[in-house]
């Protein structure tokens, strides 16, 4: 009986020993790019693989220099662990002389999750974005103070298994393109971080695009622009999905400043759509809001007779040259229904359009000829 006993302690101990969490020094992180020109990814990677991990605990610091860009900028998180959330902290922090806006990144894991880390394999664990910074680029640092920091919190890289802390101290960062990477090798007591450039973009202030004598006004105000700023392109489109470009605005040097740029085109009639891509000297660039506005063209009128249509209404186009004139009719999710070609002439075109066959409700007729476009609602009863 008492050999049957120690035989079942051993083997429940054993159970334990079999379930308990693996720690070591496992892993390191990095930055990189983000989704955004304003945001980075927190990256992690193992250098042995690893099962049924999940993470307690998951600490980080960035850092961004007070120098680069002046006010401090707001940012959010967004983790990619449905198991972690984050609780913030900020504060000045110093480091090899540099004063840096602290963001101080708590993950409180749930330990509930079960997940596999191959050796080598990079995982995103988190992306945080940058707002509201009157400058441009920035540079973000992970950041590692010696022993954490002196009075500002726990400032390091940190992460923990099931309650173990399984970070590389020795190497708690590694590098890749547009990074510098430093550690020391003594872990919490050290110094180090992996840094990379972020281009926080220009923030448009205001966008208003408006008609006057058949042509487009536009207006907008900028704001955090500086040297790296180039140029501004207008692009246009007549579906709201198809944009062109149709000219350039250069980049002042000011912080904030004010352009306008007006589209001298008498032949455009009806809905027509702008928006500003906004380019920096290095190639990147990002959108605007997109803005519409209502032509009336005298040399181009469209009109329907009967609407509400029973079964055939009756599509008048007036042209002033000779042009094909393409009919599409789409229902009220988009979906074409009918679609057809006239070999307009100069003047009036009358076209019989047949509905007959189509179930009761909302239609939009959409009517194109050359830059001319215009699109009528039309009832089916």
């Known amino acids: 009986m008492k050999k049957y006993f120690l035989l079942l302690t051993f083997a429940f101990f054993s159970q334990i020993a079999f379930c308990q969490p693996t720690s070591g020094k496992f892993f390191s992180a990095t930055l990189k790019p983000g989704s955004q020109l304003n945001s980075v990814y927190i990256v992690v990677k193992s250098n042995t693989t690893l099962t049924g991990v999940s993470f307690s605990t998951f600490e980080f610091e960035l850092g961004i220099p007070t120098t680069s860009v002046g006010s401090r900028p707001n940012f959010t998180v967004n983790s990619f662990d449905p198991t972690i959330t984050y609780a913030t902290d900020g504060a000045i922090e110093t480091q090899d002389g540099q004063d840096y806006y602290g ?62 802390d399984v970070t590389n101290t020795d190497a708690q960062f590694y590098g890749g393109p547009g990074t510098t990477v430093s550690n020391d090798g003594n872990g919490y007591s050290g110094s180090s971080y992996v840094y990379i450039n972020v281009v926080l973009p220009i923030k448009l202030s205001s966008f208003n695009a408006t008609s006057k ?120 999710l988009g979906n074409r229904i009918k679609q057809m070609e006239i070999a307009g002439q100069k003047g009036m075109n009358k076209k019989t359009i047949d509905l007959s066959t189509v179930p009761k409700g909302s239609y939009m007729i959409r009517v194109q000829a050359g830059q001319n476009l215009q699109t009528l609602p039309i009832i089916k009863n």
């Open 103 to 164: 963001y101080g990144f708590s993950g409180n894991g749930s330990a509930n999750g079960s997940s596999l880390f191959t050796a080598g394999v990079e995982y995103t664990m988190a992306e945080v974005f940058f707002t509201n910074s009157p400058t441009v680029p920035a540079q973000v640092r992970l950041m590692q103070l010696p022993n954490g920091g002196t009075g500002t919190g726990n400032v390091y890289f940190y992460v923990a298994d099931h309650g173990f």
């Open 213 to 332: 004598n058949n042509n487009a006004l536009l207006n907008w105000t900028v704001e955090n622009q500086d040297a790296t700023s180039s140029h501004f392109e207008i692009e246009r489109s007549i579906n709201g999905t198809d944009f062109n470009s149709i000219g350039t605005v250069n980049a002042t040097s000011d912080s904030k400043a004010t352009y306008s740029y007006t589209d001298e085109n008498t032949n455009l009639s009806g809905i027509v759509y702008y928006r500003l891509k906004m380019v920096n000297k290095d190639g990147q660039f990002v959108y605007s809001d997109v803005k519409s506005v209502q032509f009336q063209n005298a040399a181009f009128a469209v009109t329907l007779y009967p609407n509400p249509v029973q079964n055939i209404t009756k599509l008048n186009v007036t042209l002033d040259q000779a042009q094909v004139i393409k009919v599409i009719v789409n229902d009220a």
